[in-house]
């Protein structure tokens, strides 16, 4: 080696040892090195870290001595086992968008939906991460279907979940999934009704969200349609009543909310408009 190239690795060698290189102070012979060096040892962290910011995720707690018994049982049960059906609403990750809170987009990433666990997840390199923080994720757009996280009417509480909106506007029609797991119960007789292998039962329920209030079940008592509609109930009624539509029924159900808001279109109510 040449006095000359001798001399730059030793300054190098020297510059690193000292953190200089990051400093700047390095010698003009080296200094053409540094950007170059900079963005190939910084670029993969802050790609990471942005990554992280946005999308709040975290590899799934495998933790058993916190999981419930159906997971204990799950995470124990043989990779080969038998289970029918899948506590995803599509086993496959999906090209998905996500519009954050703060209205910044932000797309080219892989999802799926857990309905089992109303997690979404998501598929970076070989790992599947979670989005923790849903809250800050204003709408997910997972091939035709959008998700958005909102609160609900539990039981005795308001909880939150994922819903697949079907209608947008200040009446909000939703979908809720709820994912069953029933352990094997096969018939002894052919009189018996069981079910011979573990398996995963899927559930939809229709809810119906009014401005930013949590979304409810929605119901077909006039009670409750007159009370979520007020003024608006008897011209509603009408319109069911002609078209013969059935609250039970989806599309019918979109045809009946999308009616409701327009009449509010009609009408200019002095409503807040939804999220």
Known sequence: MCTEAKAKAKAISEALAKNDYFCGRLNSS???????????????LLLKAQQ?????????????????RVERYLALLDEKTLIE???????????????????QVLTQVFLRYNVFRDQMEMIRESDTLLI???????????GREQFRWLPFE?????????????????????????M???????????????????????????????????????KRSSAFLQKTFGSQWPAIKEFIKT????????????????????????????HTAPR
Not at 257 to 270: A, G, H, I, T
């Open 30 to 44: 080296v200094s053409f090195m540094r950007p170059f060096f900079l963005i190939a040892l910084l670029f993969p």
């Open 52 to 68: 992280d910011r946005f999308y709040f995720v975290q590899k799934p707690d495998s933790n058993l001595l916190t999981a419930n």
């Open 85 to 103: 059906g899948s506590m995803y609403l599509d086993d496959e990750f999906a090209p998905a968008n996500l519009v954050m809170t703060n209205r």
């Open 132 to 142: 923790t923080k849903p809250g800050e994720v204003g709408l997910i757009t997972i």
């Open 154 to 178: 539990g039981r005795d509480t308001v909880a939150h979940g994922y819903f697949e909106v079907v209608s947008e506007g200040f009446y909000r029609l939703l979908v809720r999934r709820v």
């Open 180 to 218: 069953l797991f029933e352990p094997a119960n096969p018939p002894y007789t052919a009189l018996q009704i069981g079910n011979e292998y573990d398996r995963f039962v899927p559930l939809e329920f229709l809810y119906l969200q009014v401005g930013d209030e949590p979304a409810v079940r929605l």
């Open 243 to 270: 078209a013969n539509l059935s609250l039970r029924k989806r599309p019918d159900a979109e045809r009946v909310v999308r009616y409701c808001n327009s009449l509010l279109e009609s009408d200019k109510p002095s």
